[in-house]
Every structure is written in structure tokens, then in C-alpha cells.
């Protein structure tokens, strides 16, 4: 069992399966948390987050085995490797992206974090007052690692995330690396020679993680992922979607690599 996050419909119908209740008891629900947060001068979240996980503690009438990721990317055009593959994975090991970089001087190695090379000479990401620097050391784990695969949790209004118009260049390391090569051109050719995905994956529970949630148990994952859910259709009725600004992220445990035995659907942008 899953949580169907293509539409607000689906989630809807979803919602009545999993909770084993009915549309007008869904109604109820949202209109009492709505009469609340109007009683109150500030929405809060958290209030929200904790009225719907009591109801759905209480309700929950199925196990949540598996979790919708769908994950953004442009992809080289004669890739046909549909696992989804760590940073480290990506650029460390022999993948299509990390033969592309290799073409300009660029590889890359991990050892306590991931170290980047041009023509075979480390780059010292020293320079903490350079915005680009800031931003590799970031992302390569110079003082938090997290190199894992991820992914959004709804499908509904993918579109209007920040990051749908962010990725369609590139992967975001690329527009970071012009103090160290001519970055304008290899962003050109990766664009000529690439297409931008929406890869659907049905993930296991147990497989993935909840950014900003990372110690939930496997049960507290399907409780929140219901309560997100419930947060959505909320919004549908008393808010709004309109910058999918609230979607959960995902990504793989112990920076796994997703098999893509577990691949639904790759459509093109």
C-alpha cells in the first residue's frame, strides 16, 4: 500500500483507504482544524501537524509499505542507467555524468568527504569567502554529509516547486564550478546533449528517509507521510499549492543506491 500523490484526487482517495473513512468525515476533519487555526491570530504548523497525527494514530487501518519519490534531473542522452545513485556513486565511481566531467579535467574522489580534482591536482576549497566555494564544500561534505538520492513525495504540483525550474539546467554543482574551469561551456554542451526528467520510483519504507524528520521509526513514517497527506488536502481547501512550497523530501538511507527495479515511470520535461 502506498500513498497515490499524482493529483489531489488520488491523495484524496488514498486518504479514505488507508484511514478507512469518508469523504464527509475528511471534510469534518479539515474544517475543524480550519475553525481552529481561524480562532488564532497565527497559523501554526505544528498545532496542525499534531491534531491530524492524533486522528490518524487512531485510524490508520493499513500498513504503508512502499513511498512515491520522484526525482528531477537532466540526464545525458544515451544513459540508460535508471538506478538512482548517491552523490559519492555519481561522481566518485564510472557513471556517464562522471565521464562527462572527466572530459574538462574533473574528477573526483572520497576520503572523509568527496575531493575534487582538475588534470589530477586537488582543489584546496579553502576560500570560505567565495560564495561557489561555500557551496561545494557544502554539498561535499566538508562539515555535514549527506550525499544520499532524493526525491519529492508529491506529484500533484511538482511544476510549481522552486527547484522544477532550478534543476532543468543541470544538476546545481555545475553552476559552481566556474572559478576552477570554463563552466559556460560545459553547461552548454551537457544541455545540447541532455533531457530533463521527472523519474518516478515506489521506494520501501524501510529504505527511505524524511528530511528534517531522519530518526522516524518505520511506523512514525507512515503515520507522517499520512498526515503530510492530510496537510495537502488542507491546503487544497483552505490555502493553496501554488509554489509547492510544503513537499516532503526523501532520500535513501545510508546513501543507498535505489535499484531501478523499483522505477514506475520516466517521463521527459
Known amino acids: 500500500m502506498y500513498i497515490n500523490t499524482t493529483s489531489q484526487q488520488l491523495i ?8 478507512n473513512i469518508n469523504n464527509e468525515e475528511i ?5 475543524t482544524s ?18 491530524f497525527m492524533k486522528f490518524v494514530k487512531e485510524h490508520l487501518s493499513v500498513s504503508i509499505d512502499y513511498v512515491s519519490l520522484y526525482h528531477l534531473s537532466r540526464r545525458l ?3 540508460e542507467d535508471d538506478n538512482g545513485y548517491s552523490l559519492i556513486g555519481t561522481l566518485c565511481n564510472n557513471t556517464l555524468l562522471s565521464r562527462f566531467l572527466k572530459k574538462y579535467g574533473l574528477t573526483f574522489k572520497y576520503d572523509e568527504y568527496i575531493k575534487m580534482y582538475l588534470n589530477g591536482e586537488e582543489i584546496k ?3 570560505v569567502d567565495d560564495y561557489s566555494t561555500v557551496f561545494l564544500r557544502q554539498i561535499f561534505g566538508y562539515e555535514y554529509q549527506d550525499y544520499s538520492f532524493k526525491g519529492f513525495v508529491f506529484n500533484d504540483a511538482i511544476e510549481k516547486n522552486e527547484y522544477y525550474e532550478i534543476l532543468k539546467d543541470g544538476p546545481q554543482l555545475f553552476g559552481y564550478l566556474f572559478s576552477f574551469i570554463d563552466s559556460d561551456a560545459l553547461l552548454e554542451e551537457f544541455q545540447s ?3 530533463y526528467y521527472k523519474v518516478e520510483y515506489q521506494v520501501p519504507i524501510d529504505q527511505i ?3 528534517n524528520y531522519d530518526d522516524l521509526t518505520n511506523q512514525e513514517k507512515q503515520y507522517h507521510i499520512v498526515v503530510k497527506a492530510l496537510q495537502r488536502l488542507y491546503a487544497y481547501k483552505y490555502d493553496t499549492v501554488e509554489f509547492d512550497d510544503d513537499n516532503p523530501v526523501i532520500g535513501m538511507i545510508d546513501n543507498q543506491t535505489l535499484d531501478s527495479k523499483y522505477l514506475v515511470s520516466k517521463q521527459e520535461l
Open 125 to 127: 576549497l579553502d576560500n
Open 34 to 51: 480550519y475553525k481552529f487555526q481561524k480562532d488564532h491570530s497565527i497559523f501554526i504548523l505544528d498545532d496542525q501537524y499534531d491534531y
Open 77 to 79: 542522452n544515451n544513459s
Open 209 to 211: 528517509y524524511f528530511e
Open 27 to 31: 471534510d469534518d476533519l479539515l474544517e
Open 193 to 195: 546533449n541532455s533531457k
Open 12 to 19: 484524496q482517495k488514498s486518504i479514505y483507504e488507508v484511514l
